[in-house]
T-cell receptor
Framework: DGGITQSPKYLFRKEGQNVTLSCEQN?????MYWYRQDPGQGLRLIYY???????QKGDIAEGYSVSREKKESFPLTVTSAQKNPTAFYLC??????????????FGEGSRLTVL | EDQVTQSPEALRLQEGESSSLNCSYT??????LFWYRQDPGKGPEFLFT???AGEEKEKERLKATLTKKESFLHITAPKPEDSATYLC?????????????FGSGTQLTVLP
């Protein structure tokens, strides 16, 4: 079955450590996204990528980094520069072009807790 | 500033008690409005896309409508399995074609 796989589902990190969240899709979608979700707030865009080897910052990119070396994969690294990294992280993908870019397919999410 | 506001924040209904959720927006040049359902601890699941005022979409007990300033998600005769957080998102012409602005959601609980 096609879909998006995020791992790990739960992750604990000590302050000052970098962590990488994995996101893999087999939907053959061109575009991929990383969102952050905090209680009582809407999803906020961290980074997005429309094609391989290209990505753009979203609204809250500071303290995060990404890569897009393969169409299927879009890993997110939460660096020690991110001041408040505890959150629920969601990876998504969409078909390229036009109005359908608002129709996102999401993974199950990764919950990061900083100890 | 472009904004998306959902109300109420939380809603409790008895099974079979119909109601509506609201999503109001202040963006200019609406490109599309999207509704998602999110179960606890899961990623959102796409429900509907609305493009222009007057448009309606239906799926089982859910019907989404759109005006020039807001969208409603009507839930008819809800069942406990409809309990979830419902998110709306707006895509606007002045933003990147790849960016959406999400509301904070309405948490719906349907009691048996």
């Amino acid at each position: 079955d096609g879909g998006i796989t995020q791992s790990p589902k739960y992750l604990f990190r000590k302050e000052g450590q970098n962590v990488t969240l994995s996101c893999e899709q087999n939907l053959n979608h061109d575009a991929m996204y990383w969102y952050r979700q905090d209680p009582g707030q809407g999803l906020r865009l961290i980074y997005y990528s429309q094609i391989v080897n290209d990505f753009q910052k979203g609204d809250i990119a500071e303290g995060y980094s990404v890569s897009r070396e393969k169409k299927e994969s879009f890993p997110l690294t939460v660096t020690s520069a991110q001041k408040n990294p505890t959150a629920f992280y969601l990876c998504a993908s969409s078909m390229g072009g036009g109005f359908r870019t608002g129709e996102l397919f999401f993974g199950e999410g990764s919950r990061l807790t900083v100890l | 500033e472009d904004q998306v506001t959902q109300s109420p924040e939380a809603l409790r209904l008895q099974e079979g008690e119909s109601s509506s959720l609201n999503c109001s927006y202040t963006v200019s040049g609406l490109r599309g409005l999207f509704w998602y359902r999110q179960d606890p601890g899961k990623g959102p699941e796409f429900l509907f896309t609305l493009y222009s005022a007057g448009e309606e979409k239906e799926k089982e007990r859910l019907k989404a409508t759109l005006t020039k300033k807001e969208s409603f998600l009507h839930i008819t005769a809800p069942k406990p399995e409809d309990s979830a957080t419902y998110l709306c998102a707006v895509q606007y012409r002045s933003g990147s074609a790849r960016q959406l602005t999400f509301g904070s959601g309405t948490q719906l609980t349907v009691l048996p």
